[in-house]
């Protein structure tokens, strides 16, 4: 099966510009989660999906930060306006439902720079 | 508050056993996960436990004390392309189905 489709792969910006990125879960998959990962950390949550509905988006910063997945498949990412702590890989990962012993199956990631 | 402790680096040699530690200290408990990331890729699942015991797959097992808050992974005959980040993960009641992550643990296997 295919796995999570996430582009563009590298995005190199400037402080205060806006950027987006797009990920494309495994078919089938009804959970959704957009994950940070800064340098030498593990990833960290942004926001999960259950389908087209945020299930929890606690540690995402709402000033800056928004995210949708409007017809419960694809979704984007959005930073505006970015800041240097920014830096980092946006991973997406997709799960078949909400059971615990789904596994999370990971995109490659979009590796953002922010100059 | 939320806690997932595993070492920073370690090394080991081909054909060697290395065991990677993970302590939790988690608001609820819904399960652990280990995954492996090769610098510039994505996670990938490498084994769930949410009983205590061990789970065998190949070369790869993983234990969980739920008492104790620790799980170890065992990692068996290592091979050079084992070399990656190791990360521990807690599945905890009230982030849903989202993972707590560890920092990670590098490990590099040398010849």
């Known amino acids: 099966e295919a796995g999570v489709a996430q582009s563009p792969r590298y995005k190199i910006i400037e402080k205060r510009q806006s950027v987006a990125f797009w990920c494309n879960p495994i078919?089938?998959?009804?959970?959704l989660y957009w994950y940070q990962q800064i340098l030498g950390q593990g990833p960290k949550l942004l926001i999960q999906?259950?389908?087209?509905?945020?299930?929890?988006d606690s540690q995402l910063p709402k000033d800056r930060f928004s995210a949708e997945r409007l017809k419960g498949v694809d979704s984007t990412l959005k930073i505006q306006p970015a800041k240097l702590e920014d830096s980092a890989v946006y991973l997406c990962?997709?799960?078949?439902?909400?059971?615990?012993?789904?596994?999370?199956?990971f995109g490659d990631g979009t590796r953002l720079s922010i100059l | 508050g939320q806690n997932i402790d595993q070492p920073t680096e370690m090394t080991a040699t081909e054909g060697a056993i290395v065991q990677i530690n993970c302590t939790y200290q988690t608001s609820g408990f819904n399960g652990l996960f280990w995954y492996q990331q090769h610098a510039g890729e994505a996670p990938t699942f490498l084994s769930y436990n949410v009983l205590d015991g061990l789970e065998e797959k190949g070369r790869f097992s993983s234990f969980l004390s739920r008492s104790k808050g620790y799980s170890y992974l065992l990692l068996k005959e290592l091979q050079m392309k084992d070399s990656a980040s190791y990360l521990c993960?807690?599945?905890?009641?009230?982030?849903?189905?989202?993972?707590?992550f560890g920092k990670g643990t590098t490990l590099s296997v040398s010849s």
């Open positions: 990962a997709s799960s078949l439902g909400d059971s615990s012993n789904q596994p999370q199956h």
């Open positions: 993960a807690v599945m905890a009641h009230q982030a849903g189905t989202a993972l707590i």
């Open positions: 078919s089938g998959h009804a959970t």
């Open positions: 999906f259950q389908n087209n509905g945020v299930v929890d």
